[in-house]
């Protein structure tokens, strides 16, 4: 009897380091279950262990603020330090069970741009976080691990500690993806909401670039903080389905082009995995019914133990459908591929040329979205997406230099990125005063 695949996906939300006083502790207490304790350690302890807490609520409290949740990664030699375990081959051939592959991470890289307050003095810059996990993933030959995007949305008042819901007030998105593009020679074919929110806007911005999101967390346990104020996926699929979203709610099924997948959360008090979910998914794939079990977490807590308790209980209740369902650890995009059913493709290629200011691209095969992702530095350093214009037919596009746009004395470099409908990437990168000097990078 053939068995069927269960791809397992596993993402972190890869924000680098993480500080929270005790004061903040007790203020998220105060607001969220209307205790008024004074911050202090016994009284966290007391906190902990329930004491004083209405037994209505003494469970929830203690699952959030529990010494696992409150036990950041404050700095980068934290993280360096659970990333000795974390990368370490001989770990991820243990922690992987009997999947036929080894344990992978998929690592949605934040970039924390134009933040006026850093209360939780979190990594501020471009590419700092990236540039870590993709060292780490080189240094340790982990080739099958994946570097993705994750993105939060900023408050009005530019805080780091607060969450926006609307990227159209601090347009940072386009400037995080000129960098992936320009200093990384990098695009992402699978995004991570921040927050786990996405509203239109980050609906309709995702269907032009990014096929794969991770980002349904409709659970029983959903958080109900402010009436759903945040995060927020009620009529979402409550299996472990797959669906393209509607237009005007990323919610509910409709006829976009982009994937959403379910996500749920490791190490945290809410939408969490545990038993009865994964025995969902294995369920479903049994029954023959493409399928992803996929979870995520951050990489300011352990993420040790909590791989070590969803590694377990996968290999618990895999054991019970041994006979019909083999789970496998991918990547995001391998286990779209898997639930599709999508052919093995080449990326897109691009060809161009590039003269007085205009340069006309020409891709090799249909992208997945409207158009090529455009960016370009100027010699002061400074990043810049623009439009491109529509071409003789869907594979063709241009775009001029000039004072309408920018001068192209003033343009150091140029950077065009797709993916295709298969999750491939493609980044091309062109010397804007020598056209012949270009760099190539397909992902797939």
Not at 79 to 90: A, D, G, N, V, Y
Not at 171 to 196: E, W
Not at 273 to 285: L, S
Not at 309 to 330: D, G, W
Request: hydrophobic share 35%; charged share 25%.
């Amino acid at each position: 009897m053939n068995k069927y695949t269960l791809p397992v996906v596993h993402l972190v939300d890869a924000e680098g380091p993480f500080w929270e006083p005790l004061e903040e502790t007790f203020r998220q207490l105060k607001e969220i279950y209307h205790i008024n304790m004074e911050p202090s350690i016994s009284n966290l302890r007391d906190l902990q262990a329930g004491i004083g807490i209405p037994s209505e609520i003494a469970e929830d409290v203690k699952a959030r603020f529990s010494s696992h949740r409150l036990g950041y990664n404050n700095s980068w030699s934290d993280i360096e330090k659970m990333c000795h375990t974390l990368f370490s081959k001989e770990w991820r051939e243990k922690i992987s069970g009997t999947s036929p592959t080894p344990y992978t991470i998929n690592w949605n890289c934040l970039d924390q741009i134009g933040f006026h307050l850093n209360p939780r003095r979190r990594q501020l810059g471009p590419n700092l976080i990236y540039k870590f996990y993709e060292d780490q993933i080189k240094l340790n030959e982990l080739s099958w691990d994946r570097l993705y995007w994750h993105y939060h949305p900023m408050a009005f008042n530019k805080a780091l500690n607060k969450n926006g819901t609307s990227l159209n007030h601090h347009p940072y998105h386009y400037t995080s993806l000129c960098h992936r593009i320009l200093d990384c020679h990098n695009f992402p074919a699978v995004y991570r909401p921040g927050y786990h929110v996405e509203r239109t806007d980050l609906n309709v911005f995702l269907e032009q670039w990014i096929p794969f999101d991770y980002a349904n967390q409709n659970a029983h346990d959903q958080r109900k903080d402010e009436n759903y104020r945040f995060s927020d996926w009620r009529n979402a699929p409550l299996d472990w389905s797959v669906y393209h979203p509607d237009f005007k709610d990323p919610r509910m099924s409709g006829n976009l082009k982009r994937s959403i997948a379910r996500c749920l959360n490791i190490g945290t008090d809410f939408a969490k995995i545990g038993k009865d979910e994964i025995e969902k998914a294995f369920i479903r794939c049994a029954e023959g019914k493409p399928t992803i079990l996929a979870y995520c977490n951050h990489d300011h807590r352990d993420m040790i133990a909590e791989i070590k308790e969803v590694t377990s209980m996968i290999e618990e209740v895999s054991k019970r459908y041994e006979s019909q369902v083999q789970y496998q650890y991918c990547n995001a995009v391998d286990a779209m591929r898997l639930y599709y059913d999508l052919p093995s493709e080449e990326p897109v290629k691009f060809s161009f040329t590039f003269q007085d200011g205009k340069l006309e691209i020409k891709c090799s095969k249909p992208i997945y979205g409207s158009q090529p992702f455009l960016a370009f530095r100027t010699y002061d350093n400074t990043l810049y997406h623009d439009n491109f214009c529509f071409g003789n037919d869907n594979l063709s596009f241009h775009y001029q230099f000039d004072s309408h746009s920018m001068p192209i004395q003033m343009v150091q470099e140029i950077g065009v990125a797709t993916n295709d409908f298969c999750g491939n990437s493609s980044v091309l990168i062109i010397d804007a005063q020598d056209p012949q000097r270009v760099i190539e990078k397909f992902f797939s």
